[in-house]
């Protein structure tokens, strides 16, 4: 059988890391607040959409999906984003309520991974993050099925024609019903900083039953 064409040189793609490494010395016994350090020094590097992350799914029957979303909320609980709940993540979030975050801040040679437990975020959460969207975004939530299948994307612009005219004048749109938020509940990081000759730094934390994090480092 004829071998397969190569369509890029992918293989041969290089880049060494030569920033600074990560000790344990370095780490904050809490991982939430060793998030919050690097993320307030991504967005000092000036990192283009710090808060955005691939978010992973997966069904019943474990068939993976990722797409990126943006993170709107770190408390002490965890991590927020918004979507529509019956879009394919909605979907699968409440059917195996299971997922993944990544965070790549390629400036910088970081990458962060959480993963946990998710659930729905109250009703008044998401009315209070839907009212700081601006207009055209609220109108965009009502006039997407998010995930579903249209015939064009002149039948997107037409309903939200019909959408505009139907609130015109007026900036008090409801929160739809099948929108809102996610909160994923971690019980485990990995703090990840690139080094040179792939001998990457690795910091895991996972949860124990007593409250505490226990961090062990990760061959790389």
């Known amino acids: ?35 919050e350090r690097w993320f307030a020094e991504a967005m000092e590097a000036s990192v283009v959409e710090t808060n955005a992350m691939t978010l992973a799914t997966a069904t019943a029957d474990g068939r993976p999906s990722a797409r990126i979303v943006l993170l709107k909320g770190l408390d002490d609980l965890g991590f927020v984003f918004f979507t529509n709940y019956e879009s394919r993540k909605g979907r699968d979030l409440e059917i195996n309520p299971y997922a993944a975050l990544l965070f790549y ?87 990840w900083h690139g080094q040179p000759s792939r001998l990457h730094d690795r910091m895991q934390y996972t949860s124990r039953s007593d409250g505490a994090w226990k961090i062990e480092r990760l061959s790389p």
């Open 105 to 191: 801040w390629a400036e910088l040679s970081r990458q962060v991974r959480v993963e946990g437990v998710v659930s729905r975020v109250s009703v008044d959460e998401s009315v209070t993050y839907f009212n700081s969207r601006g207009r055209a975004s609220r109108i965009g939530a009502w006039a997407s099925r998010q995930s579903s299948v249209i015939e064009s994307r002149a039948v997107l612009d037409a309903r939200v024609a019909e959408l505009e005219c139907e609130h015109e004048g007026r900036d008090d749109i409801p929160l739809p019903s099948y929108w809102g938020g996610f909160r994923l509940i971690p019980d485990r990081f990995e703090f």
């Open 1 to 35: 059988m004829d071998e397969p064409r190569r369509r890029l040189a992918i293989a041969d793609l290089r880049r060494e890391y030569v920033r600074e490494g990560l000790r344990e010395d370095d780490l904050d016994p809490d991982p939430f607040r060793q998030f």
